[in-house]
């Protein structure tokens, strides 16, 4: 009876309250432990919770992270230089100690960038198209890129429709994916699994194991190129559909997607800050916040970076790149305004609150924090990722490590404005 009686309240609790009642209950426990130590339990909560959260560990809920973040000293900005051409794309091993990068040059430098010193560890040529299975490395420009959350794995997708897959660890190419009938555009592993899901400039997604070196299924539905896409831990992606102006989430088991539409642009890329939230980056400069519950967005900043004088009309920067802490409330915009933008998600993620300017020339195309929120990653190009419509002389084709100072206090979902 007692099991029925305890069945029957847990029905009638909506989804929300059973997420306020199981982070209250978690961050009672984290006081009590605190209490037993010499460390303020406030402290306590917010290492903890940190922790939690970067190594998935905690509750199943939105517990999110407020950071409050110090304006970078332009001068602590470490700049590595190595690509001959623009970066496109770049990501951050999962214990944060190295860098994968590549470039238009088509040259792959993996097995990485030491973070701490900045040495460049590895370099995979590339060769001319058609030579791929001579050449290690991707004979076209590499546009996109992901690591498993294990670290185990690395994929690369280039304009000439293949999908590489490297050991992360010793910078062997393991296997090719075929497939799509265009560029790759995005790649993303699904968070604690070697499931790998792919976009492609021929409007459709695709899932692979990568561990069994396998195709699983093709998903249709965008009506104009693929720009950027990306997953979570749930067995779903997000991806942005450029001039059909919308975003979609795609559902795999069910096979269904739900369509997203604010933008007045091209939407160009695409981040999930956890798994009820999304950011996205438009060539009209707008900036939207969503909810996966609701099909306008929750926010829209316009022209978030500017506008800019273009042969006598004034037209806005065109965000090029997004970036969240995950879980977090931070988040990191790129274009090619002269700076990379910080901003703050208010209450409900319903507002957008400019925080910082960090000034870098050039185009930013990718833009990744570390897990820990401890630093921020820029890839630098003279040119925009997907095209030469504009080229800035004066930047430098580079990756910029980007230290961030902040303090953590952490808060349950039901207030997610309090800092």
């Not at 010499?38 to 509750?59: M, N, T």
């Not at 981040?271 to 009209?284: F, K, P, R, W």
Request: glycine fraction near 10%; include cysteine.
């Amino acid at each position: 009876r007692r099991r029925r009686e305890a069945a029957e309240e847990e029905v009638d609790e909506t989804p929300q309250e059973k997420k306020l009642r199981l982070a209250k209950q978690y961050l009672e426990e984290l006081r009590q432990l605190g209490e037993s130590r010499p460390l303020p339990p406030a402290d306590l909560i917010g290492d903890r919770l940190k922790e939690d959260v970067v190594s998935g560990g905690g509750p199943s809920l939105n517990i999110l992270l407020f950071l409050q973040v110090q304006p970078p000293d332009p001068a602590s900005i470490r700049v590595l230089r190595g690509h001959q051409l623009p970066v496109t794309c770049l990501v951050i091993s999962p214990d944060n100690r190295f860098i994968f990068s590549a470039s238009k040059d088509g040259s792959l430098i993996k097995c990485k960038w030491e973070v701490d010193s900045g040495k460049r560890l590895c370099v995979v040529p590339g060769g001319k198209k058609g030579t791929e299975e001579r050449h290690m490395g991707h004979a076209s420009q590499v546009l996109c890129m992901a690591i498993s959350s294990d670290g185990k794995y690395l994929a690369t997708g280039d304009r000439n429709k293949l999908i590489m897959i490297w050991d992360a660890a010793t910078c062997k190419r393991l296997h090719i994916f075929t497939g799509h009938r265009d560029a790759v555009s995005g790649l993303s592993f699904r968070k604690g699994t070697h499931q790998l899901y792919s976009a492609s400039h021929d409007r459709c997604v695709k899932v692979w194991d990568v561990a069994e070196n396998a195709y699983v299924e093709t998903l249709f539905g965008h009506q104009d190129v693929i720009t950027g896409l990306d997953s979570l831990s749930r067995e779903c992606c997000v991806t942005a559909g450029g001039r059909d102006g919308t975003v979609r989430l795609w559902k795999i088991p069910e096979e269904s997607q739900l369509v997203f539409s604010g933008h007045q642009g091209s939407i160009d890329c695409i981040q999930l800050i956890n798994e009820e939230h999304m950011v996205s980056g438009a060539d009209d400069g707008s900036l939207a916040l969503w909810g996966l519950t609701k099909k306008k967005p929750l926010a829209l900043a316009r022209q978030a970076h500017g506008v800019q004088e273009s042969q006598g009309l004034e037209q806005p920067y065109w965000i090029s790149a997004v970036a969240p802490l995950r879980n977090s409330d931070l988040l990191a915009t790129g274009s090619h305004s002269g700076s990379v933008k910080l901003w703050k998600c208010g209450e409900g993620f319903r507002k957008l609150e400019h925080l910082w300017d960090i000034p870098l020339v050039g185009f930013v195309n990718s833009l990744k924090f570390s897990a820990t929120g401890d630093f921020l990653v820029a890839g630098i190009g003279q040119e925009h990722r997907l095209g030469r419509w504009w080229r800035i002389k004066e930047a430098k084709n580079s990756i910029c490590i980007i230290p961030l100072k902040q303090k953590t206090t952490a808060s349950g979902p039901e207030s997610p404005g309090s800092s």
